[in-house]
């Protein structure tokens, strides 16, 4: 039997031998192949939706993509389901978190296309928006109220800022046709909800500097005003 030189990693060797090892996600294996960094930044932005988030009992995610992080906001959560438009991804989503400490509802469905059936008292929603043809982002904020269980939920975005797109990557720059600046995201945002709060995010830092050195956006939104 295997045995680590400091007994308390035998831990580690037991999960293994119980569970295996766990993979990565798709997009997220694509990632710390080729700029491993990039996934300590994607994941900090769920840790800080999770501490907002914390407590919160019915929580969905908007656009989770394979759903690696996901389990960061439901760690401090009750329920999270967990939606994007793609099969592949939800198919993947649900391979990777099959066991029964890591329960989240993973589900295909297109928010553009109508709200969800069930109602949740916060949603979150990170690297989607800027995918979104400016044409359709009132279906997006429209079908994101309604999911909502009342006036007093929440709802937190995430997208990188106009001003970093002359940084961004080729393969970035091609699905981000929706960046906005600081200003710019809390105008539409303040045109759905009454309280929007604003803060910017270098790497894996959220701060509240000057936004337009700002490479990303995070805003919570509160108090809706649609129906």
């Not at 999960?15 to 295996?20: D, S, V």
Request: glycine share 6%; net charge neutral.
């Amino acid at each position: 039997m295997r045995k680590t030189k400091e007994p308390q990693y035998n831990i580690s060797l037991e999960l293994e031998e119980k569970h295996g090892i766990a993979q990565l996600g798709i997009l997220t294996n694509e990632t710390w192949f080729n700029d491993p960094k990039r996934m300590v930044f994607a994941l900090s932005r769920y840790k800080f939706v999770a501490k907002m988030l914390s407590g919160f009992d019915k929580v969905l995610e908007v656009g989770c993509a394979d759903g690696f992080g996901s389990r960061i906001v439901k760690q401090e959560i009750k329920e999270l389901d967990a939606l994007d438009f793609d099969p592949i991804f939800i198919s993947n989503a649900q391979e990777g978190n099959i066991h029964e400490k890591w329960q989240i509802n993973f589900f295909v469905h297109d928010i553009l296309e109508s709200p969800t059936l069930n109602k949740y008292n916060a949603i979150y929603s990170l690297d989607v928006l800027e995918h979104i043809p400016p044409e359709k982002e009132h279906l997006y904020f429209e079908h994101i109220c309604q999911s909502m269980q009342g006036s007093e939920s929440v709802l937190i975005i995430g997208s990188p800022s106009l001003e970093s797109q002359k940084h961004a990557s080729l393969g970035s720059k091609i699905g981000h046709v929706n960046c906005k600046s600081g200003e710019n995201l809390k105008k539409i945002c303040n045109h759905y909800f009454k309280n929007v709060f604003l803060f910017s995010m270098n790497d894996e830092v959220v701060h509240t500097g000057f936004q337009k050195m700002a490479n990303y956006f995070l805003i919570i939104c509160c108090n809706k005003k649609c129906k």
